[in-house]
């Protein structure tokens, strides 16, 4: 199937302008963009979908421009916004676009020789034009009536508390002039993004027509969100970001695998890259027969970790979850790395390593420590109950001692029942 198809068929196509001839066109390779603001120093899974378009569009042979914004990301973007944004820094942005730049390498192929992705600043082609040229090159081409009925606009001015600075208000003309340029420079002929940048992508077409007398195109991917109507990327505890050091591969992997039961075939066709319509079909009708078994949840989060964070980090990834869930993970043959994956994930509590020398500490002293048990008759019911774990083992004899044997690279994993976990730390 073509691009289109694919992308038809798994959901991704929101707008496009002009269809039939956009078929023709990427018949042949063509250049193709797609922007993004660096208001942080990383990536969240909310930027996938146009990311990853632009990436089954390499695979097909097209070329493939990803555009930082660090002229449009010093204004800030109305779309979807009841705010205006936070002003940044060049240096801000600077150190953001470096960070991303890791992890779209991540994404699409820099290295190929046959059709490699180009990174571009736009910054670089906004710095040196003057206000008084931008208003007369550039804004002539607009009109106010017509930049109001845009949705992104319009939305923003009829809030009347927050309303729209006219700083925010310029930045439709700074995406089209990206489209402009980047048609003149580079002969790019496709602009893709979410849903809410149907208005700036026709500002840019119609830009691009009275300037340089060209047609190009638009194509818009929907806005994702969960069934429960809930922001996709989005949990109690922050965005799902890329950077490991922001979401923890565990957390990453762990948000896939909660995916809603009424989403998770959705987002299998969304996200990822190799699983044809056959695979889907065949792992749609295993969710429909047994959804408790959650193997295209699994299929997905495996998928999704091996893409932004690689083999070895995705095997670590399951070996927590096994562990932590009582799904047969094994601590004590696991690497430090479990302990190292759970950290921030499950409470921590630090022992002094002297207390588990020579015979030990009792285990109900060490759950009444750890804060897993409030007595030691409470502690005693629990473990002769069969409710308490030392190592993912059950412990049922409450004379049981605790000592350095018990210890893995310097830790112990306590457990109380199903999901009260707490990580001891002997030092």
Known sequence: MSILEELKWRGLIA??????????????????????????????????????????FQSLGHHPIAVAGGATGSIGDPSGKTAERQLLTKEILDHNIASVKTQLAKLLDFETKENPARLVDNASWTKDISFLDFLRDIGKHFSVNQMVAKESVRARMEDREVGISYTEFSYMLLQAFDFLVLCRDHDCELQIGGSDQWGNITAGIDLTRKKLGRSVYGLTLPLITNADGTKFGKTESGAIW????????????????????????????????????????????????????????????????????????LHRAQI???????????????????????????????????????????LVELLIQVGLCSS???????????????????????????????????????????????SVTAK
């Open 376 to 422: 030691k008759g409470q502690a005693r019911k629990d473990i002769e109950g069969g409710g308490v774990n030392v190592n993912n083992l059950r412990e049922t004899d409450w004379h049981r001692l605790v000592t350095t044997g018990d210890l893995i690279h310097h830790h112990i994993l306590l457990r109380k029942g199903k999901k009260n976990y707490v």
């Open 242 to 313: 890329l950077d490991p050091k922001k979401t923890s591969v565990y957390k990453f992997y762990q948000f896939w695998i909660n995916t809603d039961d009424r989403d998770v075939l959705r987002y299998l066709k969304f996200f990822t890259l190799h699983r044809t319509s056959a695979e889907v079909e065949t792992l749609a009708q295993k969710h429909q027969q047994r959804p408790e078994a959650r193997e295209a949840h699994r299929a997905l989060a495996a998928e999704m970790t091996m893409l932004i964070h690689g083999e070895d980090a």
């Open 15 to 56: 707008d496009c302008t002009d269809v039939a001839e956009l078929e023709k066109k990427i018949a042949a390779p063509i250049s193709l963009y797609c922007g993004f603001d660096p208001t942080a120093d990383s990536l969240h899974v909310g930027n996938l979908v146009p990311l990853l378009a632009l990436r089954r």
């Open 320 to 362: 927590a979850s096994a562990v932590l869930f009582g799904e047969g993970g094994d601590v004590l043959n696991s690497t430090v790395n479990f302990f190292d994956d759970i950290d921030g994930e499950v409470p921590t509590k630090e022992i002094e390593k002297s207390k588990l020398d020579g015979a030990g500490l009792p």
